[in-house]
């Protein structure tokens, strides 16, 4: 079976052994995908921007799979504070409002990094 990785050169995707996301057939999976750029945390304390950080990741690395935005079946927004669920779900609209997938937003206690307010992962079948 034909398995394309990509990895975003992330520290913790060395770290732990894994990678961005991943094609098999017609199945992508992308990871649990933070909110970060150069290796720090973007927007502290901004639940949208760091949701659309997050978004930004996946679909750049969806792209080097051959995979659209639209292709994406299914997200998963795991959260630190669910009363913002307007800002991750505004973020989460601007990039899936033209073809929505399934969804799961949950609410956690915390993340790798206590600046970080949202992680998301993406399951996609393209074709």
Known sequence: MNVQRVS????WEKKVGYCRALR???FVFVSGTAPVKDGQ??????AYLQA???????KESLEKLDCPLSAVVRTRMFVTDVSRWEEYGRAHQE???????TTAMLGIGSLVDPEMMIEVEVDAIVG
């Open 24 to 26: 098999t057939g017609n």
């Open 95 to 101: 990039f899936f409002g033209d073809f929505p997938p």
């Open 52 to 58: 659309r950080r997050c978004f930004e990741i996946v």
């Open 8 to 11: 975003t050169g992330g520290v």
């Open 41 to 46: 945390v973007v927007a502290p304390g901004n």
